[in-house]
């Protein structure tokens, strides 16, 4: 069943207020949800709150199908707020903050080189937002669109947008699926999904921007990480793929073994130039098996240890390189340099330029999945 305008009012009233109806109930991370009750280009916005019996929050928007806080508790106890965000809905828009920030990612999340790609023989030319390329979708990607909720309840929303043929010049009538479920294990469970009535390319995920130290860390340096992966696919100095493998070993990407990101992260090696510092697709070790580790992420001052799951060949991990401190978020933090990172499960950048990597082409008949889980744990040590 689809949900209405009047029954999304309907279920943002029935998050948003507890027993008097004139009581305004924050979330755990201190959203009002009224502050999400709103519309863009004449679609109904919202906030929506998951939670488990951990006390475990997750609050999400339905614009651009984005994370707006992720509460989840430390080695003591405490519930810590570990993403960052906005505090309400206006704020996300384009025209006030054109950023990711928790956004479910379409068309193509990453770059595709010139905005150029060759469909059936047809050479298509996509918008270029990014050194001459086409990233994440585009200007107006699907980041800026309000999906629809479809279902709702304490533990799962799915979200569906309808993305019309020469959407970003994108070919195909394609709709889309993002499944958000929060388990009793604490793990943030994301399936998309997609179909087409014209063969294009799809490549979905999450961008998040993590700090498990919580907001009030400056930089995300101090936390340890480990990546399941023996090659990064190298950049120019654009941020563009060449189509190579680079082995990791002997160099500042090496994180199959846990270490600190600031280790190595501003090395004397052409790689960390060219990205600012991390804003590379490692070339996951995992084979595409959702059940293996593709990502560790720790924080020794909180003990929140984030283990993340895909069934993508690869992830790009961005160390928020390119944020300056203009955005100020939930609660008044100002978002500086390195502050977050990003782990985004993906095809690999270019990858429809790129014949000898796994496809992203998508065919009418055939059905786009993808499946990322972000698990929440403690190491109490």
Known sequence: MRFTKTIAAALVATLALSGCSEKTVLTKSGLNPADFSSEYQGAPTALYTLTNKNGMEVCITNFGGRIVSVTVPDRDGKFIDVVHGFPT???????????????????????????????????????????????????????????????????????ELVSPDGDMNFPGNVTAYVTYTLTEENAIDIRYEATTDKTTVINM????????????????????????????????????????????????????????????IDADEEQIRNGNGYDHNWVLDTNCDDTVPAVILESPATGIV????????????????????????????????????????????????????????????????????FAFSTNNN
């Open 306 to 373: 984030l283990t993340v799951y895909t069934n993508e060949p690869g992830i790009q991990v961005y160390t928020g390189n390119f944020l300056d401190g203009s955005a100020v978020g939930k609660n008044g933090v100002t978002y500086n340099f390195r502050s977050a990172i990003c782990l985004e499960s993906q095809k690999y950048p270019d990858t429809p330029n790129k014949p000898q990597w796994p496809s992203a082409v998508l065919n009418p008949g055939e059905q786009y999945y993808s499946h990322q889980v």
């Open 205 to 264: 995920t999450n961008h998040s921007y993590f700090n498990l130290s919580g907001d009030d860390s400056p930089q995300i340096t101090d936390e340890l990480l480990y990546i399941n992966s023996s090659n990064i696919t190298p950049i120019d100095n654009t941020c563009m793929t060449s189509g190579e493998f680079m082995p990791v070993e002997g160099t500042a990407f090496d994180f199959r073994q846990p270490k600190l990101i600031g280790q190595d």
């Open 89 to 159: 809905v206006a704020d996300y828009f384009p025209e006030n903050h054109a950023s990711d920030f928790g956004a479910a990612i379409g068309r193509y999340a990453n770059r595709i080189n010139q905005g150029i790609i060759t469909l059936n023989g047809e050479e298509i030319q996509l918008p270029k937002n990014n050194f001459g390329h086409c990233l994440h979708g585009g200007p107006q990607g699907w980041q800026y669109k309000v999906y629809t909720a479809v279902e709702a309840d304490d533990s799962h929303l799915k979200l």
